[in-house]
């Protein structure tokens, strides 16, 4: 099957189906997906997405996020919002999630660049603690890892603006709960810089007009994802709890028992 799903509103949509885990089982397709935004799905996306089976849209976005391009309404699907960024780290990084009263344009870089952000801070820095941080204690990864244990909340897509940053670890979880390697995880984290990669060579174009040099390779390093990015959340997981599974264990409540129980649902 073809991992990547082609929509005319989104750039990044994956079937998370078809990697191998250590016991040398295979994920089972059609049970996990990841997202950019989904405000632009057209008419004929909403039919083909329907056709997907999905019956869970989780979304790791903060409310201003939602609030401007608003996720569609689909029969028979239920959707969750549980923000993956604390509200004082959006504020102390001055992020648009915290631009009360200011109009948003129609991609969050233009916020970031409007913010001020790619003049105050360096975004490889950002990221490496925002990855480093997201992992423990976050109640949007608690909820969707308690999501994924039920039968009737699968298929489940989950997403947040870009769908590599906090969709990034949120895939990360799922597949390290069902016993995928860590140099498999990072191979799906990274295929976002080539599905991203003709929009964002577009955006960083067109950026490049308004910003200096030194802005747009800044902006460039917002856009894409990087092994290091993944490696500081194997790295807090590993310096917290230890390893792995004393981390699904403690975070999650996934002992020995729910991730059999899980793992016999979601492999084969």
């Known amino acids: 099957m073809n991992r990547i799903i082609p929509f005319q509103g989104t750039h990044n949509f994956r079937d998370m189906g078809g990697y191998r885990t250590a016991d040398g089982r295979t994920v089972k397709y059609g049970l996990f997906f990841r997202s950019d935004e989904l405000t632009a799905l057209s008419a004929q996306d909403l039919t083909a997405f329907q056709a997907l089976k999905i019956r869970t849209i989780f979304d790791f976005r903060d409310g201003g996020e939602a609030r401007h391009k608003p996720d569609p309404a689909v029969a028979g699907v239920q959707n969750i919002r549980v923000s993956a960024v604390p509200e004082d780290q959006i504020s102390r990084m001055n992020l648009p999630g915290a631009m009360q009263g200011r109009e948003r344009s129609q991609h969050f870089i233009e916020d970031l660049v409007k913010s001020g952000f790619f003049k105050q801070f360096r ?146």
């Open 123 to 268: 975004a490889n820095a950002y990221l490496l603690e925002l990855y480093a941080r997201l992992p423990i204690n976050n109640p949007s990864y608690k909820r969707l890892m308690s999501l994924i244990q039920c039968p009737d909340n699968l298929g489940l897509l989950h997403h947040c603006t870009a769908g590599k940053d906090r969709t990034g670890v949120g895939a990360a979880l799922i597949l390290l709960a069902l016993g995928v390697p860590e140099a498999t995880i990072m191979e799906d984290y990274l295929l976002t810089n080539e599905t991203m990669r003709a929009y964002n060579d577009m955006q960083l174009q067109r950026l490049g007009r308004h910003v200096d040099e030194a802005e747009l390779r800044n902006i460039e390093q917002m856009l894409g994802v990087k092994e290091e990015f993944m490696e500081a959340v194997f790295g807090t997981i590993k310096m917290t709890y230890g390893n792995v599974d004393a981390y699904l264990a403690g975070e999650f409540g996934l002992l020995e028992e729910e991730r059999e129980a899980l793992q016999e649902m979601c492999l084969e």
